[in-house]
């Protein structure tokens, strides 16, 4: 049953107030973290560069004495730290392009990631028994093939400075984090005398991906090394059907923060916006949303976090939409995103409630240049916007990819 604080917190009169305070709250917290960050990069003169960022990795692996070995696509070495929750399993097929693929996933070893957020101390004590199984799990993959690279999606919560620390020491080969939430899950609760976030663990891995721009230089206050890249996309599941399109507009996503208030105001505009999730009582399995973004002419995207829908960030969405080659893709504003599409030729973008409705209109109105849109942004996906790009470009900053001309 609902807590008294949910109920009230969902009566009509009291919605708008609450999702105004909690806008506000994220809004204040976030301002106040990035503004610590952007005096100690003014102090420090730090500024984000890739090709910096390729030099540190590598100094910081010779350091250690790791010497990287050129390999071909087919034949590097993977061991991946993955837990199979949600949408992950989307992450492996393109890891397998690249060659064998050892999984660690703590869900088939009984755990579950709440189990890591237990307190007082269940929770640290549940993480160092999983970190335990995961060092016994990566010696036994590297005595049967040596790993090229480790790639870990893990925060705080799950992974061990003190393990990471040892997989470095023990085996050298270079650790690779992936974070897609820093703008939210950056500085979290101490548990354990870990943050849950990313903040503790970053300076111990090797390269920290991270899909905020923001975010490189809080890494680099830290002394971690990032590297900007935004998600991708898993194209074998996100493909063209042929089906007709039937639906005018279309949102598939969470009833949570502000997402209720947008999908009323759209309706009271006489928008007839199709919405699908299981918190809107029309749950779909991951066919099913492939099914629908083909259906679609207009996928309408909500790039906002939370609450707030001017604090955004790239989605894995963004990438599976047009790269499934349906409708076209309708999404916030986002500059971190406008660096990888020509908005307004390859998706279209809001910047508040006006424009998605003047948008849509626009667009249901005139369905060859809509679909002409949606022809780019596939193209544009295919060719530049697959996991498999992602992680290309984390194994050439490594070092471990043999071009062919070498």
Not at 250 to 277: C, M, Q
Not at 300 to 308: F, P
Not at 337 to 350: N, S
Request: proline share 4%.
């Amino acid at each position: 049953m609902p807590s008294l604080k949910h109920r009230l917190r969902d009566l009509g009169i009291v919605r708008p107030a609450w999702a105004v305070f909690r806008r506000n709250q994220l809004l204040a917290r976030y301002e106040k973290r990035r503004e610590h960050y952007a005096r100690i990069a003014e102090e420090r003169k730090l500024v984000y560069r890739e090709r910096d960022a390729v030099t540190a990795l590598r100094e910081r692996l010779a350091k250690r004495g790791y010497a990287p070995k050129k390999k071909s696509i087919g034949d590097i070495h993977t061991f991946a730290w993955i837990p199979m929750i949600n949408w992950h399993e989307a992450l492996l097929p393109d890891l397998r392009e690249l060659g064998p693929v050892s999984l660690f996933d703590y869900v088939q070893h009984g755990f579950r990631w709440q189990d890591f957020l237990e307190l007082p101390k269940n929770g640290p004590q549940k993480r160092q028994q999983m970190n335990a199984l995961l060092l016994d799990s990566v010696r036994e993959a590297h005595a049967r093939q040596p790993i090229d690279w480790m790639f870990v999606y893990a925060n705080g919560s799950e992974a061990e400075n003190a393990t990471l620390d040892r997989i470095a020491n023990d085996f050298g080969f270079p650790i690779v984090m992936m974070c897609l939430d820093d703008k939210q899950s950056w500085d979290l609760d101490v548990v354990g005398g870990q943050n849950l976030g990313q903040v503790d663990i970053a300076p111990h891995f090797d390269l920290c991906w991270t899909s905020a721009r923001v975010a490189c230089e809080w890494y680099m206050a830290e002394n971690a090394i990032p590297i900007y890249l935004p998600e991708g996309f898993e194209q074998t599941t996100f493909r063209r059907s042929g089906r007709a399109k039937d639906i005018g507009v279309s949102f598939i996503g969470g009833a949570y923060g502000f997402r209720p208030n947008v999908i009323e105001y759209l309706r009271r505009n006489r928008i007839d916006v199709e919405v699908f999730g299981s918190a809107w009582g029309r749950p779909l399995d991951l066919n099913g949303q492939v099914d629908l973004f083909n259906r679609s002419r207009i996928n309408l995207g909500m790039g906002g976090i939370d609450y707030s829908e001017e604090l955004t960030n790239v989605k894995g969405r963004d990438f599976e939409v047009p790269g499934t080659g349906g409708g076209m893709y309708l999404t916030s504003f986002n500059p971190d995103l406008a660096q990888h599409f020509d908005v307004g030729r390859e998706i279209a973008c809001y910047r508040n409630r006006s424009e998605m409705v003047e948008l849509i209109r626009y667009y249901l109105a005139r369905i060859e240049e809509a679909e002409a849109v949606a022809e780019a942004a596939y193209r544009r996906c295919v060719a530049e916007h697959r996991w498999r790009h992602r992680y290309e470009r984390i194994c050439r900053a490594i070092g471990i990819i043999k071009e062919t001309n070498e």
